[in-house]
């Protein structure tokens, strides 16, 4: 279907487009700033700025990164903590969302009353930090796991999404006898893969991106996750002797930090960008969830 457009109509989408450009330019230009970066010789980078000229690349940044062994250790440590608490984020928040979708569910008032109040009022970070310490977890891997894994707004999501799916299907399989748990897992988990990506994904990157909550709890570096690593490499501009193998001098030094800085965010990265292809069919369509009502 041809769509004619009016001269006022042309002027807004040209604005629209020149608007979206510079948005989109606008991310793009400090990612591809720090992906070449990463891999440009030290002095280049530091004397020249992003160089296209082949001579001046070098994979020095990341070979350093890699074998530092904190670092290393940090990237096992995140990719745990994150698969971990994405599973029983969902596993959560699919069950609660689900329960609370059922009209004839006992209390089902109270209970979202309940959770909507965690939204507004919190325990604070002393107070939760009293509990996790009586709860013996911590400077465990479940102190970066546990709290966060009940999230009000995933259940909103869920139990919205559920809400949606066709009170026919319910009603034909109670009629066929199903119990509440077959209807569950043979008809509700089925149909629910949109929101359990999007949920999935929401708690991957939140988990994957925090450092707070490792730099409260967690005293053993050992257990560090890669952000609270990357912290101290990039915030605090710590970058360890071992790090630069022939003691170069504080020039040099400095020069190197620089790109092993790129490198650590480009690795720091990589698994979200990874994941997105996989994810992204899944979530435009979870995401909406509830828009059209």
Not at 202 to 229: E, T
Request: glycine fraction near 6%; charged fraction near 15%; hydrophobic fraction near 55%.
């Amino acid at each position: 279907m041809n769509i004619e457009y009016t001269k006022t109509d042309k002027i807004i989408l040209t604005i629209n487009y020149f608007l979206l450009f510079i948005i989109v330019l606008s991310i793009l230009f400090p990612l591809i700033y720090v992906l070449i970066g990463s891999f440009m010789e030290p002095s280049a980078l530091v004397n020249k700025g992003i160089s296209f000229d082949i001579n001046d690349y070098t994979i020095e940044g990341y070979r350093r990164i890699l074998s530092y062994k904190p670092i290393t250790r940090g990237f096992l440590n995140s990719f745990f903590y994150s698969t971990a608490f994405s599973i029983i984020t969902v596993v959560v928040c699919i069950a609660a969302g689900y329960s609370l979708s059922v009209d004839d569910l006992v209390g089902r008032k109270f209970f979202m009353i309940l959770f909507l109040i965690t939204m507004f009022l919190s325990g604070g970070l002393i107070p939760t930090y009293l509990l996790i310490k009586n709860l013996g977890m911590l400077n465990t891997a479940w102190a970066i796991i546990i709290p966060g894994a009940v999230n009000v707004w995933n259940i909103i999501l869920s139990r919205t999404f559920f809400k949606g799916l066709p009170a026919e299907l319910t009603e034909a399989a109670e009629i066929d006898g199903a119990s509440d748990w077959i209807i569950f897992f043979k008809i509700a988990i089925p149909l629910s893969k949109p929101i359990i990506f999007v949920l999935a994904l929401y708690a991957f990157v939140g988990q994957w991106n925090a450092y707070f909550d490792a730099m409260i709890y967690l005293d053993d570096s050992k257990l560090h996750p890669l952000q609270l690593v990357l912290r101290s490499l990039l915030i605090q501009n710590e970058v360890r002797p071992e790090m630069i193998l022939d003691r170069q001098v504080m020039a040099e030094l400095s020069k190197m930090a620089e790109i092993m800085k790129y490198a650590s965010i480009v690795v720091a990265s990589l698994p979200l960008l990874v994941m997105y292809p996989f994810f992204e069919k899944y979530f435009e369509k979870g995401v909406l969830v509830g828009s059209l009502k």
